[in-house]
């Protein structure tokens, strides 16, 4: 059964910091993993898709990887600001979409 | 562009009532539909998702039913909810399986 496991589950940086998030899966048979943002109260907005053939996908400061033999994707954020605050999911295709349960983050000015 | 419709945005209910939560895209055809649900402390769960008009398949079992009359109109029904129907549910699309899903704004229902 694949699990989806993100670390941190809280994260609390000043601004102008770069973020390191982790997501972490079981089971490496998978076709894609997406990143999301969920604003508190509000649904998800999509913000990278890897697909398992590629590593990387860059989008303005944000980069995500993706090692799938070892299970794991990381999402960078570059010089984070007080509106990167929200919690970040990463959820792995296999013939569904599973979703690790998030890493909360805020930035402060 | 395609745009995501779900209503209401918060819902309060007493057990043993009804629920159709409506979810409805645009600027698309044929696509993917979902409804997931996110319980507080826990990830989101799949409910059901759609590859079609009348085309519905369940991933857990439960107190809800999902119908597609329409080819981009995705209903989620329950006959009599339970307080453990509690949560916040979201719609989904996508235009293939194994593509990136968009989520609508979600819907807050509690039970009472």
């Known amino acids: 059964k694949q699990e989806v496991t993100q670390i941190p589950a809280a994260l609390s940086v000043p601004e102008g910091e770069n973020l390191v998030l982790n997501c972490s899966f079981t089971?490496?048979?998978?076709?894609?993993l997406q990143w999301f943002r969920q604003d508190p109260g509000k649904g998800l907005t999509s913000l990278l898709l890897i697909q398992s053939s590629q590593r990387e996908q860059t989008s303005g400061r944000l980069n995500a990887s993706l090692d799938k033999s070892s299970g794991r994707s990381t999402l960078y954020i570059a010089a984070s600001q007080p509106g990167d605050s929200a919690t970040y999911l990463c959820?792995?295709?296999?013939?569904?979409?599973?979703f690790g349960t998030g890493t909360r983050l805020q930035v402060f000015p | 562009s395609q745009t995501i419709h779900q209503w209401p945005a918060t819902l309060v209910q007493p057990v043993g009532s009804p629920l159709s939560l409506e979810c409805t895209v645009e600027g698309t055809s044929n696509p993917n539909l979902y409804w997931y649900r996110q319980a507080a402390g826990r990830g989101l769960q799949l409910l059901f998702y759609?590859?079609?008009?009348?085309?519905i398949s369940s991933e857990v079992p439960q107190n809800l039913s999902a119908s597609r009359p329409q080819d981009r109109q995705f209903i989620l029904s329950s006959k009599k909810l339970l307080l453990s129907d509690s949560g916040f549910y979201l719609c989904?699309?996508?235009?293939?399986?194994?593509?990136?899903?968009?989520f609508g704004d979600g819907t807050r229902l509690s039970i009472l």
């Open positions: 759609s590859v079609g008009i009348g085309q």
């Open positions: 089971d490496s048979a998978i076709y894609n």
């Open positions: 989904a699309w996508s235009v293939g399986w194994d593509q990136p899903q968009h």
């Open positions: 959820a792995v295709h296999t013939d569904k979409l599973i």
